[in-house]
């Protein structure tokens, strides 16, 4: 799964818990601003490189 998925999928999920919509921008930002920085790599390729 690459990490813009593993995003929408987070956010979806939040939504359904009821945060609030400017906490769902706040994240959907960071989100963005992450993979803007390294790209859209697979998430198991992140997992694998964490100590």
Known sequence: ???TEASHR???VRQQ???SPYTLTAY???H???IRDIGD????TLCSKLP
């Not at 790599?41 to 198991?44: G, T």
Request: proline share 5%; glycine share 6%; net charge negative.
């Open 10 to 12: 987070y956010l979806t």
């Open 32 to 34: 963005q601003a992450l």
């Open 28 to 30: 959907q930002f960071q």
């Open 17 to 19: 818990d009821g945060y």
């Open 41 to 44: 790599p697979d998430v198991s």
């Open 1 to 3: 799964m690459r990490l």
